[in-house]
C-alpha cells in the first residue's frame, strides 16, 4: 500500500494551490483521510481531514480558506487552498487510515505519503 502525494509548490500570499493524495495497492477500505503539516522546528499538525461519509474537520486557522474532499472510487483526497499566508507555509502529508490485504489476512494501518513544500511568499 502506498500513498503519493501530489501538488504544492511555491505561491504569493493570497494564492491559491491545490495537493492531491492517491493510494494504491491492496487496499480495501478507506476510512478517515487527512492532510498534516509540518513547519520547520514545529510538530507535524491536522490541518483537515474526512471520513469515508464525508464529515469534515479543520484547523481553526484554516478554516474558510481551505477545503477537504476525496473520491472513495479513485482512493484520493483533495485540498484546496484559497488565501494563503505565508503561516501555511510547511510540508503537507497526506494521511489515511485504511483496511489492506496483506496477501492472507485483511490488515488496519495508518498510511502517509510522501510529504510536499508548500511555500507562501509575503
Known amino acids: 500500500v502506498q500513498l503519493q502525494a501530489f501538488g504544492g509548490g511555491l505561491v504569493q500570499a493570497g494564492g491559491s494551490l491545490g495537493l492531491s493524495c492517491a493510494a494504491s495497492g491492496t487496499v480495501v477500505s478507506i476510512n478517515d483521510m487527512g492532510w498534516y503539516r509540518q513547519a520547520a522546528d514545529n510538530r507535524r499538525a491536522l490541518v483537515a481531514a474526512?471520513?469515508?461519509?464525508?464529515?469534515?474537520t479543520y484547523l481553526d486557522s484554516v478554516k474558510g480558506r481551505f477545503t477537504i474532499s476525496r473520491n472513495n472510487a479513485l482512493k484520493t483526497v483533495d485540498l484546496l487552498m484559497h488565501s494563503l499566508k505565508p503561516e501555511d507555509t510547511a510540508v503537507y502529508y497526506c494521511n489515511a487510515e485504511l483496511i489492506y490485504d496483506d496477501g492472507q489476512y485483511r490488515k488496519a494501518g495508518t498510511f502517509w505519503g510522501q510529504g510536499t513544500q508548500v511555500t507562501v511568499s509575503s
Open positions: 474526512i471520513t469515508s461519509g464525508g464529515r469534515t
